[in-house]
């Protein structure tokens, strides 16, 4: 194979990522109609999951809130302090869950839940309390958030059934069972003073936790999850979420609810969304081949194993790479953080990118093969950020935001959007498409520690 027609075959594939105009405007529209859809009954694979949260946060709540958080790699505990203008003081700790308890059983992983929850208080928080009040700590019931970013069937704000794992999880005797009491029953049997008060899907608590530190600004209307997984939730007019009981002596008087998407689930029809035959094989190695196929072509998760597999058959076809490696073999041994570092190698003879091949995939490489492997890289990321910004669009048209609001707040947490470089640029290409010139309305923030943070306001609002 000559240097040029390994160029090509690199372009060839990084063409197969790309996203036409048409394709966004129809990956839009579908979204409205599956969003319409899970609005009216359960049964439709974009769950849209009514938060039981009624109002966001406009900056002046106050008090100090405990919050844990399972996502996909870390277990987070903190406290939280809200000053009530906008600011929080955040103690936290994070840890990584053994993969073992990610498939094991209910009572192996909550009681490691609870486990880090007593460390995170004898460490951090009996001392702390014991001089500030004068007293002991277990006199204080804790207020919790447990924010939960898996599917949850959410019955009331502190409980919830899980539907279904994401993420590579798959604890099968948890399926069906209220999580909150799952963790209760854990703190309860180490005598925690601790009140699980909330469930929040991590998507709800970055919308909350944006909302509360842009006080006296345009609202925040949708909180957006681009990290392991991704997910949207967003302010809807509650008089359209067809499928509520509003009888219910909660809702009285409310007016607007905020709805979790769970659009990781969106067009696992394939309707719409592009796929290649990577897509497809990174999709059976998965524990839940044919759904969450929106977030499999989006999330960090995903794409460092799509380009994985790409670079693999290159490497068979005796293409690229002059030796083979046990990470490129070893499916999931790539991160996605290497797209990042490849993407943000702007050097003529790319010496990180060769330095990054050589230290992750122990591998040496020429610089054709380094130019070969950014293409690939530019075409995943790219895919990823389109699609993410269709559906951005989508959320926005629904709910007609561009029309009553003159700037459109989103909050955004995970390390895909804060790390990947010009992920919003591209992002904005697509909403672009979408919505036309309001893109210009939409201002796009970071929510720093999103999950904690809405946890504790979701927590306070309990
Ligand atoms: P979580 O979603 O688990 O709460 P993060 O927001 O940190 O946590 O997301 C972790 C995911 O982001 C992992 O899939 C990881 O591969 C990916 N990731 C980590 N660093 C980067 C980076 N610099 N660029 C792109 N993706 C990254």
């Known amino acids: 194979m000559t240097t040029s027609s390994l160029l090509e075959e690199a372009i060839a594939i990084s063409k197969q990522f790309d996203v036409s105009k048409d394709q966004l405007v129809a990956i839009s529209d579908e979204f409205i109609r599956l969003a319409d859809g899970g609005l009216k009954t359960d049964d439709m694979p974009m769950t849209m999951i009514p938060s039981y949260v009624t109002g966001v946060p406009n900056g002046t709540e106050k008090g100090t809130f405990l919050a844990v958080d399972l996502g996909g790699t870390n277990f987070r505990v903190c406290s939280i302090h809200l000053n009530g203008d906008g600011t929080f003081d955040l103690l936290q700790t994070k840890s990584v869950i053994p993969k073992n308890l990610m498939v094991g059983t209910a009572k192996e992983l909550?009681?490691?839940?609870?486990?880090?929850?007593?460390?995170?208080?004898?460490?951090?928080?009996?001392?702390?309390?014991?001089?500030e009040a004068?007293?002991?700590?277990?006199?204080h019931i804790y207020k919790l958030g447990f924010t939960f970013s898996?599917?949850?069937?959410?019955?009331?704000?502190?409980?919830?059934?899980?539907?279904?794992?994401?993420?590579?999880?798959?604890?099968?005797?948890?399926?069906?069972?209220?999580?909150?009491?799952?963790?209760?029953?854990?703190?309860?049997?180490?005598?925690?003073?601790?009140?699980?008060?909330?469930?929040?899907?991590?998507?709800?608590?970055?919308?909350?936790?944006?909302?509360?530190?842009?006080?006296g600004e345009s609202a925040t209307l949708l909180g957006v999850i681009l990290g392991t997984g991704t997910n949207g939730a967003y302010v809807e007019s509650l008089a359209a979420v067809d499928k509520l009981d509003k009888s219910i002596?909660?809702?009285?008087?409310?007016?607007?609810?905020?709805?979790?998407?769970?659009?990781?689930?969106?067009?696992?029809?394939?309707?719409?969304?592009?796929?290649?035959?990577?897509?497809?094989?990174?999709?059976?190695e998965t524990p839940n081949p044919g759904f969450q196929m929106f977030e499999k072509r989006v999330s960090g998760m995903f794409l460092g194993e799509i380009l994985?597999?790409?670079?693999?058959?290159?490497?068979?076809?005796?293409?690229l790479f002059s030796s083979s490696s046990t990470p490129l073999s070893t499916a999931w041994s790539l991160d996605t953080s290497i797209l990042s570092r490849v993407e943000a190698d702007s050097t003529p003879d790319l010496v990180a990118v060769k330095s990054i091949i050589e230290t992750d995939l122990g591998l040496p490489t020429t610089l054709v093969e380094r130019q070969a492997v950014k293409l690939i890289v530019e075409g995943i990321g790219k895919r990823s950020a389109l699609l993410a910004g269709a559906v951005i669009g989508g959320v926005l048209v629904q709910i007609k935001a561009c029309?009553?609001?003159?700037?459109?707040?989103?909050?955004?947490?995970?390390?895909?959007?804060?790390?990947?470089?010009?992920?919003?640029?591209?992002?904005r290409l697509a909403l672009k498409e979408v919505i036309g010139e309001n893109e210009k309305k939409i201002r796009i923030g970071i929510a720093k520690d999103g999950s904690g943070v809405g946890a504790a306001l979701c927590a306070l609002v309990a």
């Open 110 to 131: 909550f009681s490691f839940l609870a486990q880090k929850v007593d460390e995170f208080i004898k460490t951090h928080l009996e001392e702390k309390f014991n001089e």
């Open 134 to 139: 004068g007293h002991s700590a277990n006199e």
């Open 403 to 427: 029309e009553s609001n003159p700037v459109v707040d989103i909050g955004v947490d995970g390390s895909v959007f804060e790390f990947y470089p010009g992920y919003e640029e591209l992002m």
């Open 249 to 284: 002596a909660s809702l009285a008087g409310k007016s607007v609810m905020v709805i979790n998407t769970e659009w990781g689930s969106f067009d696992n029809d394939m309707k719409v969304l592009p796929t290649t035959s990577w897509d497809n094989a990174v999709d059976l």
């Open 150 to 215: 898996f599917p949850v069937n959410q019955t009331a704000i502190n409980s919830g059934t899980l539907i279904r794992w994401t993420k590579g999880f798959d604890v099968v005797d948890a399926v069906g069972k209220d999580v909150c009491k799952l963790l209760q029953d854990e703190l309860d049997l180490l005598k925690l003073p601790v009140h699980v008060a909330a469930l929040v899907n991590d998507t709800v608590g970055t919308l909350m936790s944006r909302s509360y530190s842009t006080p």
């Open 308 to 319: 994985r597999r790409i670079l693999l058959e290159l490497h068979e076809k005796g293409l």
